[in-house]
C-alpha cells in the first residue's frame, strides 16, 4: 500500500519569506506527527495531531510555525517569515492510532534550504 | 527530560565482520523503545519496537535487545546493504512523541 508523501521534496526559499509542508498519511492513520532533522542532529519532535483533538504543539521553536489537519488526513505545516535557522528536513510521520505504544512510519521528507 | 545518547557515531566494518550499536537512555516512565533505519535523502524506515527490559526481537541479521538503560542493535555478519544510519528513539510516559538519539552511521564495506 501507499506510504506517508511529502510533498515538495525540496524547497529553497529566501530570508523572509513563508514556506507551506504538505504531508498525506497513511490512509487509515488517524495519529500525524511532524519532525524537523537538522544537520547532524536527532530528529526534533515539532507537532501532533489525533483525529478531533486538539494538537499537541509543544515542540514547535517559535510562533513562527503552525500546522493544520483537516479531518484524519492531509496537514500542512507553515513555516511564516523563515531564517536561516529554519533550515533542515521536516518529516513527517503517521500511525494507526494514538495512545499506547504504536510505530510511527515516516515520509521521505521536505528538505527546506533558506538563503 | 528524555534523553538518547548513541554510540559510535560511526562505525565501519568490514563484510561479514559481526558487530554492536549502542543507544543509552533515561526516560520517565519507558512505555516503548524504537530502532529505525534511514538511508541518505530517505525517511527513517521502521525496524524494531522494544517494551520491556530482557526483550529480544530479530529480524534477518539485525537482533535487538533492551535493558533498564541501554539497548543494542547487533548486527551479525553484514553486507554492503546494511550501510545505513541506525535511529534509536524512546516513548516516555503520557507521551505520544518519540525522542531520537543523533544516530550511527554504519559502513560496511565489501
Known amino acids: 500500500g501507499a506510504g506517508v508523501s511529502q510533498s515538495p521534496s525540496n524547497k529553497v526559499t529566501e530570508k523572509g519569506k513563508d514556506v507551506e509542508l504538505r504531508c498525506d498519511p497513511i490512509?487509515?492513520?488517524?495519529?500525524l506527527y511532524w519532525y524537523r532533522q537538522r544537520l547532524g542532529q536527532g530528529l526534533e519532535f515539532l507537532i501532533y495531531?489525533?483525529?478531533?483533538?486538539?494538537?499537541?504543539k509543544s515542540g514547535l521553536p517559535s510562533d513562527r510555525f503552525s500546522a493544520e489537519r483537516t479531518g484524519e488526513s492531509v496537514s500542512t505545516l507553515t513555516i511564516q517569515r523563515t531564517q536561516q535557522e529554519d533550515s533542515a528536513v521536516y518529516l513527517c510521520?503517521?500511525?494507526?492510532?494514538?495512545?499506547?505504544?504504536?510505530?510511527?512510519?515516516f515520509g521521505p521528507g521536505t528538505r527546506l534550504t533558506v538563503l | 527530560e528524555d534523553q538518547v545518547t548513541q554510540s559510535p557515531e560511526a562505525l565501519r566494518l568490514q563484510e561479514g565482520e559481526s558487530s554492536s550499536l549502542n543507544c543509552s537512555y533515561t526516560?520517565?516512565?519507558?512505555?516503548?523503545l524504537f530502532w529505525y533505519r534511514q538511508d541518505p535523502g530517505k525517511g527513517p524506515e521502521f525496524l524494531f519496537t522494544?517494551?520491556?527490559a530482557g526483550e529480544e526481537k530479530e529480524k534477518e541479521r539485525l537482533k535487538a535487545t533492551l535493558t533498564k538503560k541501554e539497548s543494542f542493535l547487533h548486527i551479525t555478519a553484514p553486507k554492503p546493504e546494511d550501510s545505513a544510519t541506525y535511529l534509536c528513539?524512546?516513548?516516555?510516559?503520557?507521551?505520544?512523541?518519540?525522542?531520537f538519539g543523533k544516530g550511527t552511521k554504519l559502513t560496511v564495506n565489501p
Open positions: 522494544l517494551y520491556s
Open positions: 490512509s487509515g492513520h488517524t495519529a
Open positions: 526516560v520517565s516512565g519507558l512505555r516503548g
Open positions: 528513539a524512546v516513548q516516555g510516559g503520557g507521551s505520544e512523541k518519540l525522542v
Open positions: 510521520a503517521s500511525s494507526l492510532r494514538a495512545g499506547g505504544v504504536v510505530e510511527q512510519f
Open positions: 495531531f489525533q483525529g478531533n483533538s486538539a494538537p499537541d
